[in-house]
C-alpha cells in the first residue's frame, strides 16, 4: 500500500478526489479534509492502517458521484437517511474502487462501511461494534466532523466538538472521540477548517507515502481505464464514450504516421479527455434543452479542469493539452481559449474529431444519432472550420 517512486498513481487518485469536490467554481475540500483527519486518526490509533484509510478518504464518497447535488449538501437535509442513493453511495463506491489496482478489497471494505456507526445506528447494512471494519469507523468519524465543521462556518473547536458530541457520543467509541479531541486541540483544526495549506499538507503526504504493492502488470494502464469509466458514469448517455474516443483517435494517428509511442500517449489523452466534466452537475449534462448562460459557462470550464488535473499528475503532464483542447477549433471559434489551427496540438485536433464522431454515432437525447458514412459527410463539411484538413482527409479509416 502506497505511492510508486514517480507518485504518478497517488497524484491520479489524489486528482479524482479533486474534481469530485468541485462545485461550479468552488473548491470544496471535502475529501481531502476528510483524508487528512483520518490519517491523522489513524497514525494515533491504527497506525499499520493509516495508508489504506487516507485512500479511502479521498474517494470515500466516489460512489455518489452523478447525484443531483453533493452530499455535504444532500446529507443535511431532512430524510437523508432514508434516500435510497444516499444510503447507495458506501456500496456502490466500494465496487468501484475495489477494481483499482493498489487499493482493492481493503480500501473498499473501509469505504463500504464508513457510514456504519458503534451503535449499529448506521447505514447501510446497520453493523455494530467490531463488526464493523477498524479503519471505516476512523474514516466515519473524520466525515461526521468535516460535516459538522461546514455547519458552523467560522466556529471554533469547542464548538464544533459540542456539535459533533451530539451526534456522535454512541455512533464512535469514546476513546476514538477522545483522540480526536486531542488532535483538534493543536494546529489540526485551523488548518482543516480554513483550508489552510492543504495543498502542501497532501504533497508531503504523497511523498511520504510507502509504494503501492500493485500485484498486476501496467498499474496505471488499468487505473486509467477504470477512471474513464468512472468519467462515463457521470451522466446516463456516455457508457463507454471515452473508450471509444480513445479508440477512433488511436486509428486516425496511425494513419497519420504516428509512432506506436505517440499513439499510446494519444490513447491515454482520449480516455481521460473529459476528466474535467465530473465537476459539471448531472442536471446540466443531461439537460433535453438549451443550456442558459450559467450553464454554459460551468460546461465550458470542464476542459480547464481537464487540462489542471491531467498537469497535477507527473507522467500525464505532457498529454493534459492534448486531453484538454479538445473543444477549441481549426477556425478559432471554439473553447476554452479561442485557439486556432497551429495553436491547438496535433493530439487535440485529433481528439476532437474522435469525439465528434462519437457523438453524432451514439445514442444522445439531444441529436440525432447518425449512421457512420452521415456523421463522415458532416466532418467533410466542417473540414478547414471546425476540423483540422489533414485530420478529416484519413477520417474515412473510421469506418474500416
Same mark, same amino acid.
Given at each position: 500500500?502506497? $505511492?510508486? @517512486?514517480?507518485?504518478?498513481?497517488?497524484? /491520479?487518485?489524489?486528482?479524482?478526489?479533486?474534481?469530485?469536490?468541485?462545485?461550479?467554481?468552488? +473548491?470544496? *475540500?471535502?475529501?481531502?479534509r476528510?483524508?487528512?483527519?483520518?490519517?491523522?486518526?489513524?497514525?494515533?490509533?491504527?497506525?499499520?492502517?493509516?495508508?489504506?484509510?487516507? *485512500?479511502?478518504?479521498?474517494?470515500?464518497?466516489?460512489?455518489?458521484?452523478?447525484?443531483?447535488?453533493?452530499?455535504?449538501?444532500?446529507?443535511? +437535509?431532512?430524510?437523508?437517511?432514508?434516500?435510497?442513493?444516499?444510503?447507495?453511495?458506501?456500496?456502490?463506491?466500494?465496487?468501484?474502487?475495489?477494481?483499482?489496482?493498489?487499493?482493492?478489497?481493503?480500501?473498499?471494505?473501509i469505504?463500504?462501511?464508513?457510514?456504519?456507526?458503534?451503535?449499529?445506528?448506521g *447505514?447501510?447494512?446497520?453493523?455494530?461494534?467490531?463488526?464493523?471494519v477498524?479503519?471505516?469507523?476512523?474514516?466515519? /468519524?473524520?466525515?461526521?466532523?468535516?460535516?459538522?465543521?461546514?455547519?458552523?462556518p467560522?466556529?471554533?473547536?469547542?464548538?464544533?466538538? +459540542?456539535?459533533?458530541?451530539?451526534?456522535?457520543?454512541?455512533?464512535f467509541?469514546?476513546?476514538?472521540?477522545?483522540?480526536l479531541?486531542s488532535?483538534?486541540?493543536?494546529?489540526?483544526?485551523?488548518?482543516?477548517?480554513?483550508?489552510?495549506?492543504?495543498?502542501?499538507?497532501?504533497?508531503?503526504?504523497?511523498?511520504?507515502?510507502? #509504494?503501492?504493492?500493485?500485484?498486476? &502488470?501496467? #498499474?496505471?494502464?488499468?487505473?486509467?481505464?477504470?477512471?474513464?469509466?468512472?468519467?462515463?458514469?457521470k451522466?446516463?448517455?456516455?457508457?463507454?464514450?471515452?473508450?471509444?474516443?480513445?479508440?477512433y483517435?488511436?486509428?486516425?494517428?496511425?494513419? /497519420?504516421g504516428? %509512432?506506436e509511442?505517440?499513439?499510446?500517449?494519444?490513447?491515454i489523452?482520449?480516455?481521460?479527455?473529459?476528466?474535467?466534466?465530473?465537476?459539471?452537475?448531472?442536471?446540466?449534462?443531461?439537460?433535453?434543452?438549451?443550456?442558459?448562460?450559467?450553464?454554459?459557462?460551468?460546461?465550458?470550464?470542464? #476542459?480547464?479542469?481537464?487540462?489542471?488535473?491531467?498537469?497535477?499528475?507527473t507522467?500525464?503532464?505532457?498529454?493534459?493539452?492534448?486531453?484538454?483542447?479538445?473543444?477549441?477549433?481549426? &477556425?478559432?471559434?471554439g473553447?476554452?481559449y479561442?485557439?486556432?489551427?497551429?495553436?491547438?496540438?496535433?493530439?487535440a485536433?485529433?481528439?476532437?474529431?474522435?469525439?465528434?464522431? &462519437?457523438?453524432?454515432?451514439?445514442?444522445?437525447? *439531444?441529436?440525432? @444519432?447518425?449512421? #457512420?458514412?452521415?456523421?463522415?459527410?458532416?466532418?467533410?463539411?466542417? %473540414?478547414? %472550420?471546425?476540423?483540422?484538413?489533414?485530420?478529416?482527409a484519413?477520417?474515412? $479509416?473510421?469506418?474500416?
Amino acid at each position: 500500500m502506497g $505511492c510508486p @517512486t514517480d507518485r504518478s498513481f497517488c497524484e /491520479l487518485v489524489v486528482a479524482l478526489s479533486t474534481i469530485l469536490d468541485v462545485e461550479e467554481e468552488t +473548491k470544496l *475540500y471535502h475529501a481531502w479534509r476528510v483524508a487528512l483527519v483520518a490519517r491523522e486518526l489513524a497514525q494515533k490509533v491504527l497506525p499499520g492502517q493509516a495508508t489504506p484509510v487516507f *485512500y479511502a478518504g479521498l474517494l470515500h464518497d466516489i460512489g455518489g458521484m452523478g447525484l443531483d447535488d453533493h452530499l455535504v449538501h444532500l446529507v443535511l +437535509k431532512a430524510g437523508a437517511r432514508q434516500n435510497p442513493e444516499i444510503r447507495a453511495h458506501p456500496a456502490r463506491g466500494a465496487a468501484m474502487v475495489a477494481a483499482i489496482p493498489g487499493l482493492g478489497e481493503e480500501v473498499a471494505a473501509i469505504i463500504r462501511d464508513h457510514h456504519e456507526r458503534w451503535d449499529g445506528s448506521g *447505514y447501510p447494512r446497520g453493523l455494530k461494534g467490531e463488526a464493523i471494519v477498524p479503519g471505516a469507523l476512523l474514516l466515519g /468519524l473524520a466525515d461526521e466532523f468535516d460535516l459538522t465543521l461546514r455547519a458552523y462556518p467560522g466556529g471554533d473547536w469547542p464548538t464544533v466538538r +459540542k456539535a459533533l458530541a451530539r451526534k456522535a457520543r454512541r455512533a464512535f467509541p469514546p476513546e476514538l472521540l477522545a483522540v480526536l479531541d486531542s488532535l483538534m486541540a493543536g494546529s489540526l483544526f485551523t488548518e482543516v477548517a480554513t483550508n489552510t495549506s492543504l495543498e502542501l499538507k497532501m504533497f508531503r503526504i504523497i511523498l511520504d507515502l510507502p #509504494p503501492v504493492n500493485f500485484h498486476v &502488470d501496467e #498499474p496505471m494502464k488499468i487505473t486509467i481505464n477504470l477512471f474513464a469509466q468512472i468519467i462515463d458514469a457521470k451522466h446516463a448517455y456516455t457508457a463507454g464514450h471515452s473508450r471509444r474516443v480513445a479508440s477512433y483517435a488511436m486509428r486516425l494517428a496511425r494513419c /497519420l504516421g504516428f %509512432s506506436e509511442e505517440a499513439i499510446q500517449r494519444l490513447e491515454i489523452a482520449g480516455l481521460l479527455h473529459d476528466f474535467g466534466k465530473i465537476a459539471v452537475p448531472r442536471a446540466i449534462l443531461d439537460k433535453p434543452g438549451r443550456l442558459d448562460a450559467r450553464e454554459l459557462k460551468i460546461v465550458r470550464q470542464h #476542459p480547464v479542469r481537464t487540462i489542471d488535473l491531467l498537469t497535477s499528475v507527473t507522467s500525464l503532464k505532457d498529454i493534459a493539452h492534448d486531453a484538454g483542447l479538445h473543444h477549441e477549433r481549426y &477556425d478559432g471559434k471554439g473553447y476554452p481559449y479561442g485557439l486556432h489551427d497551429g495553436e491547438i496540438p496535433l493530439g487535440a485536433r485529433i481528439i476532437a474529431l474522435a469525439d465528434a464522431f &462519437d457523438a453524432m454515432t451514439s445514442l444522445r437525447p *439531444y441529436q440525432p @444519432t447518425r449512421t #457512420p458514412e452521415e456523421a463522415l459527410a458532416i466532418l467533410n463539411r466542417g %473540414s478547414g %472550420s471546425q476540423f483540422d484538413p489533414a485530420v478529416v482527409a484519413v477520417a474515412p $479509416c473510421l469506418l474500416t
